[in-house]
């Protein structure tokens, strides 16, 4: 085995599409988007709860996918869960930096250090989208306007 | 020279490679093993060469003029239509009409054939196995004209009972759109039996066949089918070309698909006449170099034999299915009786995008998706299978190829 | 090497007919001479080689697969794409839309822009210059949904004036369909003013530049035109492709062309949802190999220079019109100031196919006919003109092998 | 100029196609038929008047052509003037075949010299439609039921 895939499916990636962390709803979120890979037909659905001083309280997924997409939307719930929106959005522009091959600049070293398991991807482009869909998803969760996508 | 060259019973596949240089590549540092073939097929020197001749000698566009190399030029271009009517045992050359493709083709008879014709409430029989390009078209009806759409089960191997379409077939029913071979399951259907049973009931038939009509031979007078469908580039011939076969009768009584030169009889200020048959659905310059590309694609089909392909290349599929089984954790997905050439199945624990990731490493092409089929994973219950399809070109070491790197996809996510 | 190669200002026109190779062929024993680029030009062997090169070494179906083939193949496929934008200055990549050529483009504005927002005596104004193409799917619109069409006329010298566009437009007017260039008359329409009068009214403007992007550059933003169509084998590439360039706000609000797979966001039995542009007007499998020829077409027009190529071409056409006219009862049709590389002429006593059918005996490839310019013909009281078209490899020495040939022909005829 | 063209062009053609015999109308005519070849342009229009007994007593054609289909429609009308009506329709097959590089074996002697002249179009393929479209107009005006076509 080569060693790029060695890196794209390094065993906290495995893990992570394993036993993904925060599967499930939530009952109580405020915030919340689908997000669809027409072209492979993965789907995430993404759920978060943000409190009053624009912090993530709670955070969870559920959908259907890879490998890739799923420990990617797994470890994007570890790092979300308890930050402030603002920090979210500079954590995305981050992470679609390494994983198209950048330097994740604007992140801090320790989240470059837990983001850097999905860099991996940066070799394999046609798998890019699967590792972004979660993000994209929470994206478009955070800049709904609290009504439309709210349950 | 091989060694096998010598016994003509032989398919001689090392020769049939020679043909078609992009197999002797590497990928990823492995010989490239080819396994995509139900989404495209490569294309032989054959064709290349007779494509690059003819720009080089003879091209020009068709019809319209009277010098040489446009003379020339549609002579070449409408032999290559002559070859596509012996292709297919048409009775004659103005049955077939030349479309960008196998989607283009059923879009026109959609919508110069069904579309007038179509009250709301009537309704369109197709099987849930139908590829996405048998099934918008269809849609866009429901959508536009509120025709309704009645679905034809297939049964837990992939079969298609063709009672099941009598039994779709109801007072308003307009049309059966019905695929001919499943770009999924790998899927013969029954073509000639649901023919006969939809003109019992005097209702016309579309068979889908951009997959059938590569893998054995077709006649469309046997079938007795209405229209059939075919796409250049699975054919081992260009992109931008497919066939649309149609009954003269329809095409006769059809109207126009798009306007432009070529399909007019007269154009004045105020009103437009059309041409017969099949120029009137022929609007604009046709794809003429893909035309001649096409019928050169089909003189290597038949050189080879199409049932001798097929008889090599289900032999590949039905060894890749008997060593995928013999995994454990491999479902095979598709084991009608009746099966072409196509191996979709799905490894437990492993998706199917992370399956292709790995057999490409290996230099293995497979498909990993819905195949443009959403019906049918839905059907299915899954979201994406992995498939590997077979060409007249692949070997049984190419098949042993894909068992193995299936194997250490499976010790990467052991 | 030519002398003239160690001039570098100097438009090296032999150097430029070594890529063509079918230019150094004969036609009844003479070198033939071919003066027919209007109806489709010749293909560089630039061209062909980068399709055999695309086709021997990374050929594979686009879009959809994981594997290293299907993504080099999506990677050159869409970097074509990047290619006719820039060819065009579009603002977007995804501005672009591939189509089968030029009259698919026009058709696909015709159907799912224009036509879901017409009502009964809704008006289309378009000018009697109009290729068929340009003319059919507005005729479309009338038959089916009474739509009426109303023309701006030209001068005696073929010259389209704008402000007969601005009387044109009504308080009915829903849109305006206008050539860049005729490929009759050779005429430079003032599209960029074309637009401005339309706009001001708040009409949308499609322009036909099948023609006028063969012979000079092409600024879509400058233009500021709202859809803007070509057609790859007059631009020195491929058949079977063309382009319709789109402003993204049309794109986004129009509903699908054809139904199939790429286009789709999601199929299920009960409904279906589109991908956004430009993907929703792609169904099926696209012309992956042409897309290629058409971007190594379009790089080789740019390494000659679209403005030097233009040039080059007037200035034989001018040659061409002064000798002509010189000769006692030839008549040219169109003399517009602002004047392409087209020359259409009428022999007095001569019906243009003899004229063509004697010229072809010389060498000399012109077309007669109508040009699928039928509503211009009626305009012009002729029913069929001779063309003699000029490309980027035409030379001095042709232009006088024309008129030598149509010399003959008068003696034939004398 | 070459001896194909020659043959084509020769001076029985162009006599017929500068002074066109039985051009104009014919205001008894009953039958009529209008022949267009959408390629070129080309239009002709054919009135006859046939007699109780078959016979074509009278005949003109009209319409604007190439030398080839105008000269082709004279020597037509030459011909058929005061032939019977099935004549009419053999020497039609006999100059399909010649003007195909056939021999028009079913001819006379006297009506294949005549229509040798024309000949010459079968080295001219994309020619062939041009020489033989008033032929199938004056089909279409006798295969016309004597009603929708008559005047
Ligand atoms: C069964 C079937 N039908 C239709 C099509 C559409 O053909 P194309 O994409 O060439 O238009 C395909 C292939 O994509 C197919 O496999
Ligand atoms: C001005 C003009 N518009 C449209 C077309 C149609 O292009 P195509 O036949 O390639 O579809 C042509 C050429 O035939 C043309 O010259």
Redesign the pocket.
Known sequence: MDAHLRELYQEIILDHSRHPRHFGTLTDANHRADGFNPLCGDKVSIYLKVNGEDRIEDIAFEGKGCAISVASASLMSEMLKGRKVDEAETLMGGFLELVKGGEGADLSDDDREYLEAMAGVSAFPMRVKSATLAWHAMKSALEGDGTAKTE | MSALSLKPHLYDVEAIRQDFPILAREVHGRPLVYLDNAASAQKPKQVMNKITDFVTTEYS?VHRGVHFLSAAATDRYEAARGRVKTFLNAAHEDEIVWTRGGTEAINLVASSFLSPRLEPGDEIVLSVMEHHSNIVPWHFLRERQGASLRWVDVSDDGELDPEDVARAIGPNTKFVAITHMSNVLGTHTALKEIVRIAHERGIPVLADGCQASVHGKVDVRDLDVDFYVMTGHKLYGPTGIGVLYARKAHLKAMRPYQG???MIREVTKANVTYAEPPMRFE????PIIEAVGLAAALDYLDSIGRDAAAAHENALARRAEAKLKALNGVRLIGEARDKGPIVSFETIGIHAHDLATILDREGVAVRAGHHCAQVLMERCGVVATARASFGLYNTEAEVDALVDAVQIARKVFA
């Open positions: 566009n432009g030169g070529e609007a604009g310059t046709p």
